[in-house]
C-alpha cells in the first residue's frame, strides 16, 4: 500500500511538473533553396508570444503550453504553421517558407502616409531592400543607390567628392529625402549630409519618382526617396560590421540592442568611417578620393503604454565628419590659405523625430522632426561657414468611410532658418511655411481605385502655393496593373545649400534678380505586370513620364568664365523620358537576374534676344542609363556570387569659353563583382571587386590643376586662352579599380 501511495504521489508531481514548465523550442526558418530566411517571425498561436530569428534564420522560442501551433511568417513569403507536440520540442523545428506568389505584395508607406500593400496603391512606389543596396559594397546611401532605375549618384565635385542623388536626370536637390517618413534632410544636408547615412542602417529603400509635394510640400518635385530604418523587434542583440578597401578606406558598424522590455524598446547603431590615404593615380596633383574621418550615431526608441500598445517613437541621429580633397600636400594648416589649395568642410549635425498615435484618438497621428546643421568649410580661399534649422510637425487624420473611402488629412508647419558668411546673405534668412492638405482614395470597385489630394501652402515670402494631384489604378488582370498620375509641385530655392558649384573654384557668384519658387507639372504613366511559373518568377515595370518646369532656376557658366550667373529661367524647362525594369527568379536554379534602363530628354528651352526658344540640354543630366545585376548560389559552398554593372550615356558637362575639353563625356561602364560567403552560425564575409575594368574620367577634368589660385592666369605663352582654374567639369569618381574585404557577425 505504501508503495503504491509513493507511486502515485510521484506520477501526480511529475504530471503536475509537466503542465507547469516552461518548454524551449529551437529551430531554423529557410527557404525552398534552403537558405536561411533572417529576421523572420515566430509566434506560438496559443501563447500569443512571439520571437524574431536571427540574420542565419535560426530562433528559440520559450513557451508554457503544449502542445502548441507555430506559425513562421516573412515578407515576402507565404506563412506556414506547424503543430508542436510534447514529442517534438526536444528536436530542431525547421520551416520551409515558399515565396508569396503575390510579387508586389510590399508593404509601404511613402505615397499615402498610409501603410499599405504596395500593389494597392495608386501611386508606383518602387521597393529595395537592404540585400540588393548591398549588391555593391557601400558605405552610405549615395552610393548604395546606384543600381536602382533612373537614379544615379552625382558627384558635384571632383574636389572634396561631394554628392547628391539625382531622379530621372534633375539634380539632387529637387528629391526629397525622408528618413522613415519625416523630411529630415534638406537644405545643406542635400550635398553635405546623404553620405552620413550609412548602408547597415538601411531596411529598405522606398522612391518614387514624379511630384510628391501634395503630402510632402517644398522640395519633392523630381521624386521622393524614403529611407526606411532597422525595425526594433528585427534589430539582434549585437551586430558587428567591419569592412576595409585596399585604397585604405575603414568602415565600422555596430548595432546593439539597448532595451528590450514590454514597456521600452531600443537599439543604438554607431557608423565609423576612415579615410586618410592620398593617392593621385592620374597625375593631376589632386587627391583622386577625398579623405574622410565620419561617424555617426542613431538611436531609436519605442515607449508603450501600460498594455503594451500604441507606442511613442523616437529616433535621434548625431552626424560628425571631417573631409577635405586637394593637392597632395595639403594640410588642416592650409585651410583658407594660398600655401596650397584644398577644399575642407567640416560638418556636425543633429537630427531627430518622433511619431506618435494615441489609443484614445486612434484616427490621430502626430509627427515631429527636428535638424541642426552645423558646417565650416573652406574652398581654397574661400570661407564658407553656414547654419541651417530645419523644423517640422504634422497632424494628420486618417478615416476610412465605409468601403470607398480611405479619408487623408492634415495640417502641417514647416520652419526654416538659414545663415552663412557670403555677401549675398545680409541676415539670417528665416521662414515658415504652414500647410493643409486632403487626398482621398476612392475605391470604384474591386479593380479601380482613384486617389484625389489638394495641398495648400503659405509661404511667409511667396504667399500661396497649391499642390493638387491624382492618381488612377486599374488592375487589369491579378498580376498586372496601369498606374496613370498628374501634379504638381514647387521648390523654395537656396543656391549656396544645393549648388556645389557657386564655392568652388575661382568664380564670382551673380544674381541677376530675386529668384522666385520654382514650379512644375508633371504626368506618368506606369505598367507593372508580373507572371508566376514553376520554372521562374517574373516581374516587368515600365513608365512613361514627363514633368515641365516654369521659373526654373539655371546656373549660366558660359557667359563669364569667372562668374556663375543665376536667375528664374525666360521659358520653360522639361524632363521627360521612359524607362523600364525586368526582374527573374530562377526555381530549378538559384539565379536572379535583373537589368533597368532609362532613356531622358531633359532640356531647358530659353528665349534669346529674339523671342525665340532655344533647346539645350540640362548640365549633368544623362540621357540614358542601363543596368543589369545576376546572382547566383552555390549551395555546397554556400556562397552568394552577385555580378552587377552600370552604364551611363552622354552627359552634358560645364564648359569654359574656347574650351578644349568635349561638352559630353563619353558613355562609360562600372563593373562589380561580390562573393560572400554566411557561415550559419553568426559570421558572413565577402571579397567584392569595384570596377574591374579601371574606368576613371579624363585627367584633365581638373582644369589648370597646377595653378588652382590663378596666379599665372595672364600668362601668354602657358595659358594663351585665357583658362581660369575650374574643378566643375565632373561626372564620375576618380577611384580605379578596389577591393573591399568585408566581415560581419550577429549575436
Not at 532597422?230 to 548595432?255: A, H, M, R, Y
Not at 482613384?450 to 495641398?455: A, E, H, N, Q, S
Not at 588652382?708 to 577611384?735: C, H, L
Request: charged share 20%.
Amino acid at each position: 500500500m505504501c508503495s503504491k501511495f509513493k507511486l502515485l504521489t510521484i506520477l501526480f508531481f511529475s504530471t503536475l511538473n509537466l503542465f507547469s514548465q516552461t518548454f524551449e523550442i529551437k529551430g531554423n526558418v529557410i527557404d525552398k533553396q534552403k537558405k536561411p530566411i533572417p529576421f523572420a517571425h515566430v509566434t506560438s498561436l496559443n501563447d500569443s508570444l512571439s520571437v524574431v530569428c536571427d540574420v542565419t534564420g535560426n530562433f528559440k522560442i520559450t513557451i508554457d503550453n503544449m502542445p502548441t501551433v507555430l506559425k513562421a511568417s516573412s515578407v515576402g513569403f507565404n506563412s506556414l504553421e506547424l503543430n508542436i507536440s510534447i514529442n517534438d520540442y526536444n528536436s530542431p523545428i525547421t520551416f520551409v517558407l515558399k515565396e508569396n506568389n503575390d510579387l508586389l505584395k510590399e508593404m509601404v508607406i511613402s505615397g499615402t502616409l498610409q501603410l499599405i500593400d504596395r500593389k494597392d496603391s495608386p501611386i508606383p512606389i518602387a521597393v529595395y531592400s537592404s540585400q540588393f543596396l548591398n549588391s555593391v559594397p557601400s558605405p552610405s546611401l549615395v552610393e548604395a543607390t546606384n543600381q536602382i532605375t533612373g537614379l544615379r549618384p552625382q558627384l558635384n565635385c571632383s574636389v572634396c567628392n561631394t554628392g547628391d542623388i539625382h531622379i530621372n536626370g534633375m539634380e539632387g536637390a529637387y528629391s526629397m529625402i525622408v528618413i522613415d517618413g519625416m523630411p529630415i534632410m534638406g537644405g545643406l544636408a542635400t550635398v553635405y549630409g546623404l553620405q552620413g547615412i550609412p548602408t547597415s542602417l538601411i531596411d529598405q529603400v522606398e522612391v518614387i519618382k514624379g511630384p510628391a509635394s501634395t503630402i510632402y510640400g517644398s522640395e519633392a518635385m523630381a521624386g521622393l526617396i524614403n529611407v526606411v530604418t532597422k525595425n526594433i523587434d528585427c534589430v539582434p542583440k549585437l551586430s558587428l560590421d567591419f569592412n576595409i578597401s585596399s585604397w585604405g578606406e575603414l568602415q565600422t558598424s555596430i548595432i546593439y540592442k539597448l532595451i528590450d522590455k514590454q514597456r521600452i524598446k531600443a537599439f543604438s547603431s554607431i557608423d565609423i568611417f576612415n579615410y586618410n590615404n592620398p593617392i593621385d593615380n592620374n597625375g593631376d596633383g589632386f587627391t583622386d578620393l577625398s579623405l574622410k574621418n565620419r561617424y555617426s550615431i542613431f538611436n531609436k526608441f519605442q515607449f508603450f503604454n501600460k498594455n503594451g500598445a500604441n507606442p511613442l517613437n523616437l529616433s535621434i541621429r548625431y552626424l560628425n565628419e571631417d573631409r577635405w580633397g586637394g593637392q597632395m600636400n595639403f594640410t588642416d594648416q592650409d585651410r583658407g590659405k594660398s600655401t596650397s589649395y584644398g577644399e575642407s568642410i567640416l560638418t556636425n549635425r543633429v537630427e531627430a523625430s518622433s511619431f506618435y498615435q494615441s489609443s484614445k484618438l486612434a484616427d490621430f497621428k502626430w509627427q515631429n522632426s527636428f535638424s541642426f546643421h552645423d558646417q565650416k568649410s573652406w574652398y581654397g580661399l574661400v570661407d564658407y561657414q553656414a547654419k541651417q534649422i530645419i523644423g517640422f510637425s504634422q497632424l494628420t487624420w486618417h478615416k476610412s468611410l465605409g468601403d470607398k473611402n480611405n479619408l487623408l488629412s492634415g495640417f502641417a508647419l514647416r520652419y526654416n532658418s538659414y545663415n552663412d558668411n557670403t555677401p549675398a546673405t545680409k541676415k539670417a534668412d528665416n521662414w515658415w511655411l504652414p500647410g493643409i492638405f486632403i487626398q482621398d482614395n476612392f475605391k470604384f470597385s474591386d479593380n479601380q481605385k482613384l486617389l484625389f489630394g489638394w495641398r495648400t501652402d503659405f509661404h511667409s515670402k511667396h504667399g500661396f502655393i497649391n499642390s493638387p494631384r491624382i492618381n488612377y489604378q486599374l488592375d487589369v488582370t491579378e498580376n498586372s496593373s496601369l498606374r496613370i498620375g498628374y501634379g504638381n509641385g514647387f521648390r523654395v530655392v537656396n543656391v549656396f545649400t544645393e549648388d556645389h558649384a557657386a564655392l568652388t573654384g575661382a568664380r564670382e557668384i551673380i544674381f541677376l534678380e530675386e529668384l522666385e519658387p520654382e514650379k512644375s507639372k508633371n504626368l506618368n504613366i506606369n505598367l507593372s505586370n508580373s507572371w508566376n511559373t514553376e520554372n521562374v518568377k517574373i516581374t516587368v515595370e515600365s513608365s512613361v513620364f514627363e514633368s515641365r518646369f516654369s521659373n526654373k532656376i539655371i546656373p549660366d557658366f558660359l557667359t563669364n568664365d569667372n562668374q556663375i550667373i543665376y536667375s528664374n529661367l525666360s521659358g520653360y524647362a522639361v524632363a521627360r523620358g521612359i524607362s523600364s525594369e525586368i526582374f527573374l527568379k530562377m526555381y530549378k536554379i538559384p539565379l536572379k537576374l535583373s537589368a533597368n534602363a532609362t532613356f531622358l530628354d531633359v532640356s531647358n528651352f530659353e528665349e534669346n534676344n529674339s523671342g525665340e526658344l532655344i533647346k539645350s540640354q540640362q548640365l549633368l543630366a544623362e540621357k540614358y542609363s542601363i543596368k543589369w545585376s545576376a546572382n547566383y548560389w552555390l549551395e555546397k559552398l554556400n556562397l552568394d556570387v552577385v555580378y552587377s554593372a552600370t552604364n551611363y550615356g552622354p552627359i552634358r558637362l560645364p564648359l569654359l569659353e574656347n574650351d578644349f575639353r568635349p561638352e559630353y563625356s563619353q558613355p562609360y561602364t562600372i563593373h562589380n563583382i561580390k562573393v560572400s560567403k554566411n557561415f550559419n552560425n553568426g559570421w558572413t564575409t565577402f571579397l567584392a571587386l569595384r570596377n574591374f575594368t579601371n574606368f576613371t574620367p579624363p585627367t584633365y577634368s581638373i582644369l589648370r590643376s597646377d595653378d588652382p589660385f590663378d596666379q599665372n592666369i595672364n600668362d601668354p605663352i602657358n595659358n594663351p586662352n585665357g583658362y581660369t582654374f575650374d574643378a566643375s567639369y565632373m561626372y564620375a569618381s576618380f577611384q580605379g579599380i578596389n577591393f573591399v574585404f568585408g566581415l560581419s557577425f550577429v549575436f
